[in-house]
C-alpha cells in the first residue's frame, strides 16, 4: 500500500490489552466513590457494555527490571554537533537515565491516577480506559478529553482540578465540566487492536459509544495532537448529543496547499497562511522523520519494547514550534529554561511518568500504528459542521490562522491566540488551558 507522507507533529494511534494480567482491577463488589460515573439514565447492564472499576498495581519486579534494563544501556558515541540537530543529546539522555534508574518513583504517580476514578468498559471488542471525575456544582457540562502522541492521560490529569473545581481556578460555579479521559486503543491502559481498521474515525465512533454508555445526552469534547484528529473526526461524525468541540490542534490545511509543502508556497497567502505553510514544510523537511516512520513502518520500532531508553529518546526527539525537542519538554528535563521558553508547569518526573507509563504497558509500537492507520491524512482540512472552539499557542507546530479555520471548522465560535505555551499545552499551562475552555463553551451552558 503506499502511503502519502503529509503527518505532522504528534498525530496517530492505534490500540492495546495483553498487560491486563499486570494490573489489578476492583472486583464487582468494589465500593465505587461517588464521584465515578456509574450512569444514572442508563436502566439495564448486560456484560456487553459493563464499566468496570479499574485500578493500577504495577509488579515490583516490573519496576526492578526497569531500572536494571536502563543501567545496563549500551551507549552510542556522543554526538559530532554542540547543538540537537543530529538527535537527544548524549549527555541530557545519560543525566536522565540516571534520575530514572535510582530517584524516580512510579508509586508517586501510580497513586495519583489511583486517586481518580478509572474505569474498563468493552467497545468493539476492545478495553477502553478512563478517569471519570465528576463536578460537585450542579449543571456541570461534560466533556470528553482525548490526549496525543507522545502523549498519555498524564498530560491531562492537571486539567481536572481546574474543571471539575472552577470556583478554586478563578471561574464559577457556572464553568464547571464532569471529565472524561479516556486512554486511546493501543494507548496506556486501554486494550490493543488486533485487527486493522482503527483510525481516528473508529476512535470517534468508540468515543461517541463510550459517552453514550455513560448516560451523557449533551456534552462537548477537546483534542490536541492526535487527540485533535480523533476530536475532529467526532465533530464530523456529530453524534447526537455532542453539542461542540474545542482544539488546539485545528485541522485545516486545503488539499491544493498540502500539495505543495516542501516546495514554493502558492500565490496568493496571506501572510499568516504563508506563515503556517513555511511553518508545516520546515517541520516536514527537518523534524518529521519519526511520523514518516510510524506513518509506514511502525512494527519495524522493536527498540520501544525491548529498550527504555531508546523509548525515552523516541518520545523525548518530538518538536513544537519553537525547537526539537519541544522546548518545554528539555526546559524541564534539565531544570532551567532554555532558549527563552520555559516548561511551565511540566516537571522531569512529569516526562518520565508519561514514558514510564509507554514502557509498562508495552505500547510503544501499538501507539504508533495510528500513525500507519492514519495514511498521513491527519492535518487535512476537516470538514466539521458543530459548533467549534479553538485556542492558538504561541509554541505550537504550526499557528493555525483564522482563514482556514473557518474553511474547516464552518461554525467556528470561538477563536482566539494566547501569549504562552506550545505543543503540550495543557501540560504545560493547565490553567491557562482550562480557562480557554470556559470561555470556549460559555454560549453553550444555557442552551438546550
Not at 105 to 132: C, M
Request: proline fraction near 7%; include cysteine.
Amino acid at each position: 500500500m503506499k502511503r502519502t507522507i503529509l503527518s505532522t507533529c504528534a498525530l496517530f494511534l492505534c490500540a492495546s490489552s495483553n498487560y491486563a494480567q499486570t494490573m489489578t482491577a476492583p472486583t464487582s463488589t468494589e465500593t465505587v466513590s461517588s464521584t465515578t460515573a456509574v450512569p444514572a439514565t442508563r436502566s439495564r447492564t448486560t456484560a456487553a457494555d459493563a464499566i468496570r472499576p479499574f485500578k493500577i498495581k504495577i509488579p515490583q519486579a516490573q519496576l526492578n527490571d526497569l531500572k536494571r534494563r536502563i543501567k545496563d544501556t549500551r551507549w552510542p558515541d556522543k554526538e559530532t554537533v554542540a547543538d540537537e540537530s543530529q538527535g537527544v543529546p548524549l549527555a541530557t539522555l545519560q543525566e536522565l537515565a540516571r534520575h530514572w534508574a535510582t530517584d524516580y518513583d512510579w508509586r508517586r504517580v501510580e497513586a495519583k491516577l489511583n486517586s481518580y476514578p478509572q474505569f474498563l468498559t468493552n467497545i468493539d471488542g476492545v478495553d477502553i480506559h478512563f478517569i471519570q471525575v465528576k463536578s460537585k456544582e450542579k449543571n456541570a457540562l461534560p466533556i470528553i478529553i482525548t490526549h496525543g502522541w507522545p502523549g498519555s492521560i498524564i498530560e491531562q490529569i492537571k486539567l481536572i482540578e481546574p474543571l471539575t473545581n472552577p470556583t478554586k481556578y478563578g471561574g464559577t460555579a457556572a464553568d464547571a465540566f464532569d471529565v472524561v479521559i479516556p486512554s486511546i486503543p493501543g494507548y496506556g491502559f486501554s486494550g490493543r487492536p488486533t485487527t486493522t481498521g482503527w483510525d481516528p474515525a473508529h476512535v470517534a465512533r468508540v468515543w461517541a459509544e463510550l459517552m453514550k454508555r455513560l448516560g451523557y445526552t449533551r456534552y462537548v469534547a477537546q483534542g490536541g495532537d492526535i487527540g485533535a484528529v480523533v476530536t475532529s473526526a467526532l465533530g464530523e461524525l456529530a453524534p447526537p448529543g455532542l453539542v461542540a468541540m474545542h482544539t488546539n490542534f485545528p485541522a485545516v490545511i486545503p488539499a491544493d496547499v498540502g500539495r505543495q509543502l516542501g516546495g514554493p508556497p502558492p500565490p496568493n497567502l496571506s501572510p499568516e497562511e504563508k506563515r503556517m505553510f513555511e511553518q508545516l514544510s520546515a517541520f516536514r523537511t527537518m523534524n518529521g522523520a519519526y511520523a514518516a516512520m510510524m506513518t509506514t513502518r511502525p512494527q519495524t520500532l522493536y527498540g520501544l519494547t525491548d529498550s527504555p531508553v531508546a523509548l525515552a529518546a523516541w518520545i523525548i526527539d518530538h518538536g513544537d514550534g519553537w525547537d526539537q525537542p519541544a522546548a518545554s519538554i528539555t526546559s524541564a528535563i534539565v531544570g532551567h529554561t532554555v532558549n527563552g521558553h520555559p516548561a511551565g508547569a511540566v516537571t522531569r518526573d512529569d516526562v518520565l511518568d508519561d514514558i514510564t507509563l509507554y514502557w509498562l504497558t508495552g505500547t510503544g509500537i501499538s501507539a504508533a500504528r495510528l500513525y500507519w492507520e492514519s495514511h498521513g491524512k491527519g492535518l487535512s482540512a476537516a470538514n466539521v459542521s458543530i459548533p467549534t472552539a479553538v485556542t492558538i499557542f504561541p509554541g505550537e507546530i504550526y499557528l493555525a490562522p483564522r482563514s482556514w479555520t473557518e474553511r474547516a471548522y464552518h461554525n467556528l465560535i470561538y477563536y482566539n491566540q494566547v501569549d504562552k505555551g506550545g505543543h503540550y499545552a495543557a501540560w504545560e499551562q493547565p490553567d491557562l488551558f482550562a480557562s480557554e475552555l470556559r470561555k470556549a463553551f460559555k454560549s453553550l451552558r444555557n442552551v438546550q
